[in-house]
């Protein structure tokens, strides 16, 4: 059973559908367990086997969390890591899906539902798999239709593309990036028009003090002294900014 914390407003009102009272109005949704505000469609993680994503879900916001569960892994002696899930079998090079027992090389990405794109990824403790859970909204239709393989509802003869996270429209094969390691396309995979996502890995860079430049996926090495500065007529290529070759 959850116990909820009143929220900081003077007039909580109580949802249809929703466990705990929430304020008026409110963009964001409140954790029942510890009372954090998070903001509409933001995820976080209570612990390492549940994550949670503040939802719109028709009657308003509120938080939705899923909670893996772990099947054993292939070999005699596994262990836990901390700040992992499940337990991996000891130098394993390789992630285990939760739900099926599937295994996945690093930085392998693969798609358990239409609404979710998993990653092996090496998080500092050793491989995991990392999930996305995406959110629809609503197409502005007024008989949006739901296509098999796809997440989000569609405009019935849409041309385009609608982004889950900003809601804005794209053409087919047209392409954006959402966030400096993230590359998205407008595609047509048989089934209808839908966004097809990348997300860059980065490997990390040989020195001890990687800088993140602003616009850029990757850490980079700081240039050292006796390196250029500046890109002069575009003709080479800077230490920590690559510059357009000449044409």
């Known amino acids: 059973a959850y116990s909820c914390l009143l929220p900081e407003c003077d007039d909580p009102i109580q949802v249809q559908g929703q466990c705990c009272p929430v304020c008026p109005d409110s963009e964001n949704c409140m954790d029942t367990e510890t009372g954090e505000m ?7 993680s209570p612990s390492p086997c549940t994550k949670c994503t503040c939802v719109n879900n028709g009657n308003g916001k509120e938080m939705e969390c899923l909670a893996y569960s772990c099947l054993l892994p292939k070999c005699d002696d596994p262990i836990q890591v901390q700040g992992q899930c499940c337990p991996v079998c000891p130098d394993s090079e390789n992630c285990m899906d ?3 027992g599937e295994m996945y090389e690093l930085n392998e990405s693969w798609s358990p539902s239409p609404c979710t794109k998993c990653s092996c990824v090496n998080n500092g403790n050793g491989k995991e798999m990392e999930c996305l859970a995406y959110s629809c909204l609503l197409p ?3 008989d949006p239709i739901q296509v098999q393989g796809q997440c989000c509802p ?6 385009n593309c609608m982004d889950t ?14 966030s400096p390691c993230t590359k998205c396309t407008c595609v047509n995979n048989g089934n209808g028009k839908e966004m097809e996502c990348l997300a860059y890995s980065c490997e990390a860079p040989k020195c001890d003090d990687p800088i993140q430049v602003q ?5 980079v090495c700081k240039k050292k002294e006796d390196e250029e500065e500046e890109c002069i007529g575009h003709l080479i290529r800077c230490a920590a900014d690559p510059c357009d070759s000449a044409k």
């Open 140 to 142: 502005e239709c007024d």
């Open 154 to 159: 569609v405009c019935p003869n849409s041309e």
């Open 38 to 44: 998070y903001e509409l469609n933001e995820s976080w």
């Open 165 to 178: 996270e900003t809601g804005e429209m794209y053409e087919l094969n047209e392409s954006w990036s959402p």
């Open 98 to 100: 939760t739900e099926t």
């Open 215 to 219: 616009g850029q996926c990757c850490p």
